[in-house]
């Protein structure tokens, strides 16, 4: 069941190495207040939560997640893995998220969240960023209920935009509306999150590629009813 979320401060930083995706950020984000945008690796940022685009299985075996489990060490793919199998039966859908400490100070946790399927795989023209990033987004929610004001700054990079071969403008629109869903609501459960997202971006095909969504937020149930 949806909630609504109790407003709290967020730094957001959007971090790449690709200066296609930084350009298609700023053009994005450009009216959007409280996100940092710049040109470089996510492992130079010091926040409280990276956020890795993955695969449903938490293979940390190529791109960022791989350049993450370097840095962070190996210990950090079997946490990742072991919040898969007990929180998701052990294949984390397109549109959910786990949410595990790094066992690091910067980043004190790490986000993961998939694009795709199976490694390496074209998700370029499919709803895959905006579901990932908004699942990532609402892992903050979800952490910060259970541990309150734990994340306050999170790093994200162009997700897709990479092995998922996601154009960089479509990237960015697709984040700004995952990022936008953050701040208007927050949701009970992650299957609620995709029954959303879906039902609204299902004929984005047909969009010009620089339209931005916003998604509108569930309906609260009236009291009584």
């Given at each position: 069941m949806p909630m609504n979320r109790a407003q709290s401060p967020l730094e957001v930083v959007l971090t790449d190495l690709n200066a296609d995706v930084v350009q298609a950020w700023r053009a994005a984000f450009a009216d959007t207040p409280g996100v940092a945008i710049r040109k470089g690796s996510i492992l130079d940022e010091k926040v409280d939560a990276w956020v890795a685009p993955t695969n449903s299985r938490g293979r940390m075996d190529?791109?960022?997640d791989a350049a993450i489990k370097r840095h962070l060490g190996a210990g950090?793919?079997?946490r990742v893995q072991r919040a898969i199998r007990d929180r998701f039966a052990g294949r984390l859908p397109v549109g959910g998220a786990?949410?595990?400490p790094s066992g690091a100070v910067d980043p004190r946790?790490?986000?993961?969240?998939?694009?795709?399927?199976?490694?390496?795989e074209n998700v370029g023209e499919t709803l895959n960023v905006a579901l990932a990033c908004a699942a990532a987004f609402q892992a903050i929610h979800r952490q910060n209920e259970q541990a309150p004001g734990s994340i306050t700054s999170v790093a994200l990079v162009g997700m897709g935009a990479r092995t998922g071969r996601v154009p960089a403008r479509v990237c960015a629109n697709l984040?700004?509306?995952?990022y936008t869903l953050f701040n208007d609501?927050?949701?009970e459960d992650y299957d609620d999150l995709r029954r959303t997202i879906v039902a609204q971006l299902d004929d984005i095909e047909a969009a010009p590629a620089e339209r931005r969504v916003r998604i509108r937020p569930p309906k609260r149930p009236a009291p009584g009813r």
């Open positions: 190529g791109g960022v950090i793919q079997l786990v949410c595990v946790f790490l986000i993961s969240t998939p694009t795709m399927e199976t490694s390496s984040m700004w509306t995952g609501h927050r949701f």
